[in-house]
Nanobody, 124 residues
Framework: HVQLVESGGGSVQATGSLRLSCAASGKTNTPRCMGWFRQTPGKEREGVAVIDSAGRTSYADSVKGRFTISKDNAKFTLYLQMNSLKPDDTAMYYC???????????????????WGQGTQVTVS
């Protein structure tokens, strides 16, 4: 079965950096879309960044210029490089994947069928 396992979260001071990783297993082909979402208590899950099978990316306005999503197809691994972190970036970060074909990938959680367990990022 499909598994997405995130790592790399932690606590960091404002202006610092973190790199999240998400290892996918259980499929032999690369996903059509992969993405990072985040959620804080009492708020809806927010789409942070997505990347499609061709490497095209989309970012939330709040992270543009600070976060970079990338992937290593050979390793079935997704990354999120987070620089210039702010306290508002504090959240549980989730990796998501979609193998079903779509014309494009969007930062909409309903578009993704597979989720990781989340990794906490705390910025102080």
């Amino acid at each position: 079965h499909v598994q997405l396992v995130e790592s790399g979260g932690g606590s960091v001071q404002a202006t610092g950096s973190l790199r999240l990783s998400c290892a996918a297993s259980g499929k032999t082909n690369t996903p059509r879309c992969m993405g990072w979402f985040r959620q804080t208590p009492g708020k809806e899950r927010e789409g942070v960044a997505v990347i499609d099978s061709a490497g095209r990316t989309s970012y939330a306005d709040s992270v543009k210029g600070r976060f970079t999503i990338s992937k290593d197809n050979a390793k079935f691994t997704l990354y999120l490089q987070m620089n210039s972190l702010k306290p508002d970036d504090t959240a549980m970060y989730y990796c998501a994947a979609r193998w079903m074909w779509s014309d494009s990938c969007h930062r909409i959680q309903e578009d993704f069928g597979y989720w990781g367990q989340g990794t906490q990022v705390t910025v102080s």
